[in-house]
């Protein structure tokens, strides 16, 4: 966690981005950043920070057409973009997240989960697309995050957030 000198309040974002390379990286037109308490997946804590080039895609332009289905739309993809089994995982994802969006009920918005032995925050969906494919273990789910990150303390987790110090 860094520090400008000059700045009376700084931002530090933990665990995987500089302050230095926040600032840089914000003061571009090119880039965007974003903070996430629900971005995980590279070391212990919780939330991370999404950094992404701004402007269109590439392959923005290719969308599926009018009573083309899914799997017609993903072979097509793959064809225009070169994109070799794209269309294998669009499909299994899909399948994956339908699953998961079909056993949860209406309230269900977040989930405390044990995901490589830590306990930790994901939406309820996402969640349960993760033990679908056997990557993590719902805890519990709630209807909102106050009640997420509750059950998430009780379960020896925490939730690091971006800190003005």
Do not use: C
């Not at 009920?105 to 490589?116: F, I, L, P």
């Not at 995050?145 to 020896?156: I, T, Y």
């Amino acid at each position: 966690m860094g520090v400008v000198p000059i700045m009376s309040k700084a931002l530090s974002v933990d665990p995987d981005v500089s302050l230095q390379d926040l600032i840089e990286i914000n003061a571009r037109q090119d880039w965007t950043v974003a903070y996430s308490p629900l971005l995980k997946r590279s070391g212990p804590g919780q939330g991370g920070t999404i950094i992404k080039r701004v402007g269109d895609s590439p392959h923005e332009g290719i969308t599926r057409r009018e009573g083309e289905s899914l799997e017609a739309f993903a072979e097509r993809f793959e064809n225009e973009t070169g994109y070799r089994g794209y269309a294998d995982s669009m499909l299994e994802g899909v399948e994956i997240a339908n699953n998961a969006k079909s056993q949860l009920s209406d309230g269900e918005n977040m989930a405390v989960v044990k995901r490589n032995g830590v306990v930790e925050l994901d939406t309820a969906q996402g969640a349960k697309a993760a033990e679908l494919a056997g990557k993590a273990q719902i805890i519990s789910t709630h209807e909102s995050l106050a009640a997420a990150q509750e059950r998430l303390g009780e379960e020896g987790g925490t939730l690091n957030r971006p800190q003005v110090v």
